[in-house]
């Protein structure tokens, strides 16, 4: 059946107007959901505003059947069906999006945890119950359909229930997950979290690795490799090494297929250093976005679309979908079609696998394996030195994405760049000291509502003017955990910019966004492929994990001055002073 199916799936490539080029292999083998005819007219049609709400759609009845009648219905069209008749076909043989999951209450869930009782000031006290109540809001459990029938979902069938981000973003996504899983804990749900672990794990033993997110779809692109973190988090609550002892090896096969199928060989100065990247090396429009991606490559040459379809997914893999960060391959750089996900070793992704390499060395010494733990060590120190070689700069203190064909480093400023400081991934000890400078330097600590993803306005939503959780804290935490105390106290000044920019916009609207557009006051983010969604989960768990930080100094008031360089000493002074006399 595969070998049938790769074949009609050419010839449909080809009959797209792909030419006599090459064509990758499809996203998955769904001819409803991946790839094929039936995807094509329904999406080129836009009969939905969204293009993910029709591949969300289970089918009512068997896939055989339903290619059946498209198949005949197109065939008496000549190739084309009218958009009524088009419409009419899907309202009759699929169901609405999200019939396949149902609300769900974590058992685990309780009215008051302890981490609420350390926040201060009583707005944010407040504001933190309702986030922990948004959990029952954000929990989903598969129905058994799933699980009898998965060839009529695009969800990929998980035994345990979850926490999803929330808005159009109704299954789960591998990176969300570790921060949705840090405000769990801090919420005292371990049970949830070792469920929706045992979720990953388990997609792991079947896939190889995690997928981007929990839709058939996804299944060919991962995203940022948290999976040893989220165990990590898990065990430092709950000290289940039993847990751990079971999975262990589990964990070891989802890093094998970074090693397998993402290393690249950076050569300089006569030495070898192998690296990671994402590399995602399949075709076809992405089934999410396929119109978008289909016109974005109809402004291209033939020959070179099937690369532009690849190099989008591995910008999804990236989580960063899309920015300035990956666009460097034409003339236009604000333009999608010039995106080179793949030609770049990202600084984030292998600080991740460094830190990852650690934990894993730790795990198996925990479990008194020690030549195991040895192969981790080694695996991280040979990473270490080619994160200093490759990606670290030392006149300017920050790690920079390596360009493979240009062998140069992009010194563009992204919050990605101190990813290693985050991760406890280098060896110099005055690297915080140094990072703090970039960020002066930078002029980052000039906004006043959070940190910038980028400082490029491109018009993508990972770029400016929009501001992301996960990136506040991998530069909060990466400050916070450093010995001076100036960057302690830029780390607090930061998370405070931050929480007031979450908790005004939740103040007005009543909910919290993915993201957020810093540029006005902070408000709803913009931009990117579709509009803003409300939810959210890593955006709770990062406020979450700064309230229980910071919970006996941050304040609801009024915004704080900006952080100008010349005068943050002065800023911080009288914030030290306290601190010394207060002892």
């Not at 009512?60 to 339903?66: N, Y």
């Not at 990953?200 to 079947?206: R, S």
Request: proline content about 6%.
């Amino acid at each position: 059946m595969p070998g049938r199916t790769w074949k009609l799936c050419l010839l449909l490539l080809l009959g797209l107007g792909l030419g006599s080029q090459e064509a990758l292999p499809p996203p998955c083998e769904s001819e409803i959901y991946c790839h094929g005819e039936l995807l094509h007219q329904v999406q080129m049609a836009k009969l939905y505003q969204d293009d993910k709400q029709f591949v969300d759609m289970p089918l009512s009845i068997a896939p055989e059947q339903v290619l059946q009648t498209f198949t005949e219905l197109s065939r008496d069209h000549n190739h084309s069906i009218p958009r009524e008749q088009l419409q009419a076909f899907v309202q009759e043989h699929f169901q609405a999006k999200g019939q396949e999951l149902q609300p769900w209450t974590p058992a685990d869930w309780k009215d008051s945890p302890q981490f609420l009782q350390k926040i201060s000031d009583a707005k944010l006290r407040v504001w933190a119950g309702q986030l922990h109540q948004l959990w029952k809001k954000l929990g989903k459990k598969m129905k058994p359909e799933v699980l009898s029938h998965p060839e009529r979902f695009s969800l990929i069938y998980s035994e345990h229930p979850f926490i999803v981000p929330g808005g159009r973003f109704v299954e789960f996504y591998y990176w969300d997950s570790y921060w949705v899983m840090e405000g769990l804990l801090l919420s005292e749900m371990a049970e949830t979290v070792k469920g929706m672990l045992q979720n990953f794990l388990d997609l792991v033993k079947t896939y190889g690795h995690v997928p981007n997110g929990g839709r058939v779809y996804y299944l060919q692109r991962s995203q940022p490799p948290l999976l040893t973190l989220m165990m990590d988090c898990y065990l430092t609550h709950t000290n289940d090494t039993t847990f751990l002892q079971e999975n262990i090896e589990t964990l070891a096969l989802e890093l094998d297929f970074w090693t397998k199928n993402r290393t690249v060989s950076v050569s300089l100065e006569g030495k070898n250093y192998l690296l990671n990247r994402y590399y995602v090396p399949y075709g076809g429009p992405r089934p999410e976005s396929y119109s978008k991606d289909t016109e974005l490559a109809d402004t291209l040459p033939e020959g070179d679309r099937e690369a532009l379809w690849a190099e989008l997914k591995a910008g999804a893999e990236s989580g960063w979908d899309f920015s300035s960060r990956w666009l460097i391959g034409g003339p236009n750089p604000n333009s999608l079609s010039g995106i080179r996900t793949s030609k770049l070793v990202p600084v984030d992704l292998n600080a991740f696998l460094c830190q990852a390499e650690e934990l894993m060395s730790k795990f198996y010494s925990r479990l008194g394996n020690d030549s195991q733990a040895t192969k981790y060590r080694t695996l991280r120190a040979q990473r270490l030195a080619a994160l200093n070689a490759v990606l670290w700069d030392e006149e300017t203190g920050a790690w920079f994405d390596y360009d493979l064909e240009n062998k140069k480093k992009n010194q563009d400023f992204y919050p990605s760049n101190l990813t290693p400081l985050w991760a406890g991934c280098f060896s110099d000890p005055g690297v915080a000291d140094k990072a703090l400078k970039y960020l002066e330097d930078s002029r980052i600590l000039t906004y006043q509502y959070g940190i910038p993803t980028s400082l490029q306005k491109t018009g993508q939503q990972w770029d400016l003017p929009n501001a992301w959780a996960p990136l506040q804290d991998l530069v909060i935490r990466g400050l916070a955990k450093a010995p001076l105390p100036r960057a302690q106290e830029v780390a607090f000044q930061l998370a405070q910019n931050w929480i007031r920019t979450n908790f005004d916009v939740y103040s007005q609207k009543s909910a919290m966004y993915e993201k957020y557009d810093i540029s006005n006051g902070g408000q709803p983010g913009g931009g990117g492929e579709y509009e803003v969604q409300e939810g959210f989960g890593w955006t709770n768990g990062v406020v979450l994990m700064l309230l229980d930080r910071y919970g006996d100094r941050l304040t609801s008031g009024a915004q704080l001055a900006f952080l100008e360089p010349h005068c943050l000493a002065a800023t911080l002074l009288p914030s030290l002073l306290f601190s010394l006399l207060s002892r």
